[in-house]
């Protein structure tokens, strides 16, 4: 077998294989004698028609087999002596295999990409400065507020109004566009809350229940079929049922009810060292996304479609399991499945981008995972609970899987880690950390 490898770009490979005649034909014949055995054709007894009969009734049959016979013979072979380690499936292409030729196919592989880590001390980075605002523990306050309220049915009468809660039944169609036609029962809109497709909640204002009316709005750019975006879609929709919400008073009794407080001071003093505990949290988490961004941008590189799928199907099921437990959907969002891979498709590469350049970090630097950083994880997982910590300690001891998943995690916090400690960081106010 002849054996010719080509780079068609830094991660993908085509791998040309040509098997010889002699070698084609002697498998032909050794797949039609096997078929002979077993072929059921009119007017023989199994395994006895003549071969000629065979051979005209099961080339199609032959020409599969021998193809695939071909390609686990040869094609991994091939690639263990070219030292080729695919990360995906290769995707084959072939000619028709004839008796008397030669068969001659190609594989394009995928594999990662050669890395050489340059100029990753002294990343510059923007770190955002934490400043306390007295707003966002009014307005944490205020979520608490809406949260335990009452949801209270209107008067038969009274009509939604922003802040309202309604169920509701719909169909939605777009004219000439049959695949988004789509229907639910007892879903359930705030109004106001902007949530849905632009244009939609504003029209639900002054329905009354039991009321049918027909809502067309305008569908936005960037709609899940770029096709339909700025087509009239319209919805069918009857209103079941109206709640308002009954707000409880922010008083001493309120606070009592979360946790130990006594008092709203209290609750508002807690509040505040929450807040300025996420805020801290949340700040040194987009630090950390600004350094691997900027070891990104002076390390550039191409990785595997494949891989950047995989991390786009990932993305896919966090999203709809996050809007499932807030009872939407991606159609809610008005989305599908191609339009938030469109919409996310770079950040899912660069997160793939940024995850191989630290595996090259933790290699070059010789970044480990020693007992010391178990302890901290583990203790971090059962966060205080010391029954929890022998639990998560005799689940991470007997599962091996788990277990390297957690020495790639503390690898990867290290590698971060080594870079901030020689990066130059700049703080910013909050107001330019958002306008970057």
Same mark, same amino acid.
């Given at each position: 077998?002849?054996?010719?490898?080509?780079?068609?770009?830094?991660?993908?490979?085509?791998?040309?294989?040509?098997?010889?005649?002699?070698?084609?034909?002697?498998?032909?014949?050794?797949?039609?004698?096997?078929?002979?055995?077993?072929?059921?054709?009119?007017?023989?007894?199994?395994?006895?028609?003549?071969?000629?009969?065979?051979?005209?009734?099961?080339?199609? &049959?032959?020409?599969?087999?021998?193809?695939?016979?071909?390609?686990?013979?040869?094609?991994?072979?091939?690639?263990?002596?070219?030292?080729?380690?695919?990360? *995906?499936?290769?995707?084959? /292409?072939?000619?028709? @295999?004839?008796?008397?030729? &030669?068969?001659?196919?190609?594989? @394009?592989?995928?594999?990662?990409?050669?890395? /050489? @880590?340059?100029?990753?001390?002294?990343?510059?980075?923007? $770190?955002?400065?934490?400043?306390?605002?007295?707003?966002?523990?009014?307005?944490?306050? $205020?979520?608490?507020?809406?949260?335990?309220?009452?949801?209270?049915?209107?008067?038969?009468?009274?009509?939604?109004? #922003? +802040?309202?809660?309604?169920?509701?039944?719909?169909?939605? &169609?777009?004219? +000439?566009?049959?695949?988004?036609?789509?229907?639910?029962?007892?879903?359930?809109?705030?109004? +106001?809350?902007?949530?849905?497709?632009?244009?939609?909640?504003?029209?639900?204002?002054? @329905?009354?229940?039991? /009321?049918?009316?027909?809502?067309?709005?305008?569908?936005?750019?960037?709609?899940?079929?770029?096709?339909?975006?700025?087509?009239?879609?319209?919805?069918?929709?009857?209103?079941?049922?109206?709640?308002?919400?009954?707000?409880?008073?922010?008083?001493?009794?309120?606070?009592?009810?979360? +946790?130990?407080?006594? &008092?709203?001071?209290? !609750?508002?003093?807690?509040?505040?060292?929450?807040?300025?505990?996420?805020?801290?949290?949340?700040?040194? #988490?987009?630090?950390?996304?600004?350094?691997?961004?900027?070891?990104?941008?002076? #390390?550039?590189? *191409?990785?595997?479609?494949?891989?950047?799928?995989?991390?786009?199907?990932?993305? !896919? /099921?966090?999203?709809?399991?996050?809007?499932?437990?807030?009872?939407?959907? !991606?159609?809610?969002?008005?989305?599908?499945?191609?339009?938030?891979?469109?919409?996310?498709?770079?950040?899912?590469?660069?997160?793939?981008?940024?995850?191989?350049?630290?595996?090259?970090?933790?290699?070059?630097?010789?970044?480990?995972?020693?007992?010391?950083?178990?302890?901290?994880?583990?203790?971090?997982?059962?966060?205080?609970?010391?029954?929890?910590?022998?639990?998560?300690?005799?689940?991470?001891?007997?599962?091996?899987?788990?277990?390297?998943?957690?020495?790639?995690?503390?690898?990867?916090?290290?590698?971060?880690?080594? !870079?901030?400690?020689?990066?130059?960081?700049?703080?910013?106010?909050?107001?330019?950390? $958002?306008?970057?």
């Amino acid at each position: 077998m002849q054996v010719t490898v080509e780079a068609l770009n830094p991660v993908t490979k085509k791998v040309s294989i040509e098997i010889p005649s002699d070698q084609v034909d002697a498998e032909i014949e050794k797949v039609y004698s096997r078929i002979q055995k077993q072929a059921r054709i009119q007017g023989f007894r199994q395994g006895k028609a003549p071969m000629h009969l065979v051979k005209r009734t099961y080339s199609d &049959s032959m020409r599969d087999e021998v193809m695939r016979r071909f390609y686990d013979q040869t094609l991994f072979k091939a690639l263990d002596e070219h030292k080729i380690e695919p990360v *995906e499936a290769p995707t084959i /292409e072939s000619e028709i @295999l004839e008796q008397g030729t &030669s068969f001659k196919y190609s594989a @394009l592989v995928e594999v990662m990409p050669e890395i /050489e @880590l340059r100029d990753y001390s002294g990343l510059a980075v923007t $770190k955002e400065k934490y400043v306390q605002k007295p707003e966002s523990i009014e307005g944490e306050l $205020k979520r608490m507020q809406e949260n335990m309220a009452q949801l209270v049915p209107v008067d038969d009468d009274a009509a939604v109004e #922003n +802040g309202h809660k309604v169920t509701l039944d719909y169909t939605f &169609s777009v004219d +000439g566009f049959p695949e988004e036609t789509s229907n639910a029962e007892d879903a359930e809109v705030e109004v +106001g809350e902007n949530k849905l497709v632009p244009g939609f909640e504003e029209q639900l204002i002054g @329905l009354k229940r039991g /009321e049918t009316r027909e809502i067309t709005i305008t569908l936005p750019e960037g709609y899940r079929t770029p096709e339909a975006a700025g087509k009239p879609g319209v919805f069918q929709v009857t209103i079941k049922e109206i709640k308002r919400k009954e707000l409880p008073e922010l008083d001493d009794e309120f606070a009592q009810q979360f +946790g130990e407080n006594e &008092s709203m001071e209290q !609750l508002r003093a807690k509040l505040a060292e929450y807040h300025e505990k996420h805020e801290l949290e949340r700040i040194e #988490n987009d630090l950390k996304e600004n350094v691997i961004q900027a070891l990104i941008e002076k #390390n550039p590189l *191409e990785v595997p479609k494949s891989m950047v799928k995989r991390q786009l199907d990932h993305m !896919l /099921e966090n999203f709809r399991n996050r809007l499932k437990g807030q009872g939407m959907s !991606l159609e809610m969002m008005g989305l599908d499945e191609e339009g938030f891979r469109q919409r996310f498709r770079d950040s899912a590469e660069n997160k793939v981008k940024g995850g191989l350049l630290l595996m090259a970090l933790v290699e070059k630097e010789n970044i480990s995972a020693n007992d010391e950083d178990f302890e901290q994880r583990y203790e971090q997982i059962a966060a205080g609970n010391p029954d929890m910590l022998n639990r998560v300690k005799e689940y991470y001891h007997s599962n091996k899987n788990a277990k390297n998943a957690l020495v790639a995690e503390i690898k990867e916090d290290k590698a971060i880690r080594f !870079l901030l400690d020689s990066a130059v960081i700049t703080e910013t106010e909050p107001a330019e950390q $958002k306008a970057a």
